[in-house]
């Protein structure tokens, strides 16, 4: 009687399509997860990038404010500040005898647009080549960055005969969106001389 011999090649051959189809898969999941993890990168980079953008507007903004203070610029009586002023001379700014709102995040100031009485306040400072465009864009900035100096008082220096008028300087600065903002604070002083019952606020 003769056997017959059973070749498992057709076996073998499935086990091969199974393997392969196995090994395509985890292929496939491994540059998924790859690109995903390429695009939120981007998008964190991206963030980070608009988040340095909006500091560096709102530093400017503040140290535009604290040279024009340290000018002499700023010795005058304070005002009540209740609109938005446009610097439009390379010496334009005003001290406000109000203070910002209280509503702070993080000690700072951060509730915007800053407003007082329901009406926005503050001065717009444009710094050289800055590009201000809403709809966003590479280079672009969202808005123009703002300042708000407030006059603390007037305090002796004790090494001195000098006296010292104190501001507080809040800044706020946008990248290319609204939701990329970024708000600073300092406090600054000019001195001001021998006091005398003339200057600013009195002795």
Aim: charged residues 10%.
């Amino acid at each position: 009687m003769s056997r017959l011999h059973r070749h498992p090649h057709g076996a073998q051959r499935g086990m091969v399509l199974i393997s392969s189809m196995l090994l395509l898969l985890v292929v496939t999941i491994l540059a998924l997860a790859i690109f995903r993890n390429s695009g939120v990168e981007e998008k964190i980079a991206g963030n980070e990038r608009e988040k340095e953008r909006a500091l560096h507007a709102a530093e400017s903004a503040q140290q535009y404010a604290e040279w024009w203070l340290s000018s002499g610029l700023g010795a005058t009586t304070p005002i009540v500040c209740n609109s938005v002023v446009l610097v439009t001379t390379p010496a334009s700014g005003q001290v406000c005898a109000n203070t910002l709102p209280t509503i702070v995040t993080n000690g700072l100031v951060a509730n915007l647009p800053w407003q007082v009485n329901g009406a926005n306040v503050g001065v717009a400072y444009t710094p050289p080549n800055m590009i201000l465009n809403t709809a966003g864009g590479a280079n672009n900035y969202y808005q123009t960055p703002l300042f708000y100096i407030s006059y603390l008082g007037l305090t002796a220096d004790s090494t001195t005969s000098n006296y010292k008028l104190l501001y507080q300087v809040d800044a706020a600065g946008y990248g290319g969106s609204a939701n990329a903002v970024a708000v600073v604070e300092s406090t600054y002083y000019v001195t001001s001389g021998v006091c005398n019952l003339g200057a600013i606020g009195g002795c």
